[in-house]
């Protein structure tokens, strides 16, 4: 059997299923024979909307001043180093591919893919690009904002995560839909929405790149709140690569860090405190979300809270100090 590569709907295949799937009333609508292109039809010919322009071989151009980013745009991380390199290509080039946009009604108009190149031709100081107009559903907004997003792996593991999980919510659909809209497998689309089960100071460490997918994975594996903690305290400041996150994870699953605070022998230490001693610790531990030491007895003592990070600081400040 041959190997199935690359995804399995590209942007050209979502749209023509979006034409044969939505039926757009003829008399707002008309579909140009020569471009394929949508446009408002508001007479016995076709009628452009405001701020469009046709040439003499069909295509439509519009100011890119005109243009404001999808409603359902996954992607909120735009790297402006990449930004001003494809500027500088836009300059020399223009935009050869068309922008698809879709009528907003107030004069502008949607970007429903493309807003990379619109950013760029803005920077470029480009006065008009190529576009198709087109109508679409919200959810197919998002459908081909994803897609085309997922095909310049343009998204980061969180915002890919995040529309997956939308497209689910704005559909009503299961992850196995999803996946076959996206021309994704089951299990992919299923372990990108488990990022989600970060905390959130750890999915800004994945959006931003600090961690990747691997130690986001590594991370959900551990079972303890606290041990997940010192796990991602131990990425961040040792530089794990995913291997060694994920053999950290299994040490600390299996009462790791407890050996090793015993000396090393590789099999944890009897913990021969009162266990009500020991439950108070924990109740601590799940309170604060990190590492937590208790010494001593009922009557005298002291407790270590670890931190790993400023936002593990500001985050067990706000849980023993609150807003005060």
Excluded: C
């Amino acid at each position: 059997m041959a190997k199935k590569t690359g995804l399995g709907k590209g942007l050209g295949a979502l749209m023509q299923e979006e034409e044969a799937r939505e039926r757009v009333s003829e008399e707002a609508f008309v579909e140009n024979a020569e471009t394929g292109v949508q446009l408002k039809n508001t007479s016995s010919s076709v009628k452009l909307p405001d701020g469009i322009e046709s040439d003499e071989n069909g295509t439509l151009w519009v100011n890119p001043s005109l243009l404001k980013p999808n409603p359902q745009q996954p992607r909120q991380y735009f790297d402006e180093d990449q930004l001003a390199e494809l500027a500088e290509s836009v300059r020399r080039e223009g935009v050869l591919s068309p922008v698809i946009i879709e009528d907003a009604g107030d004069g502008s108009f949607y970007i429903i893919a493309g807003e990379r190149r619109t950013r760029a031709a803005k920077k470029a100081g480009l006065e008009r690009i190529p576009v198709q107009l087109r109508k679409y559903s919200e959810v197919r907004k998002l459908e081909v904002a994803l897609i085309e997003n997922i095909q310049r792996t343009d998204l980061n593991p969180v915002e890919e995560a995040e529309a997956y999980y939308h497209l689910m919510e704005l559909d009503n659909i299961t992850q196995d839909e999803v996946a076959s809209r996206v021309g994704k497998n089951r299990s992919t689309v299923a372990n990108s929405i488990r990022l989600l089960k970060l905390p959130e100071d750890m999915r800004r460490s994945l959006a931003s790149g600090a961690i990747s997918a691997g130690h986001a994975r590594a991370l959900l594996s551990v079972v303890n709140p606290a041990d997940q903690r010192v796990l991602f305290g131990k990425m961040l400041g040792q530089g794990l690569s995913v291997r060694q996150a994920e053999q950290e994870a299994a040490l600390l699953n299996g009462g790791g860090r407890a050996a090793k605070e015993a000396g090393g022998s590789g099999v944890p230490k009897r913990d021969t405190r009162d266990p009500d001693y020991i439950a108070i610790e924990q109740k601590f531990i799940d309170r604060l979300g990190t590492k937590v030491k208790m010494k001593g007895s009922f009557e005298k003592g002291t407790i270590t809270i670890d931190y790993f990070t400023k936002d593990d600081l500001n985050r067990i400040y706000d849980a023993i100090v609150g807003n005060k």
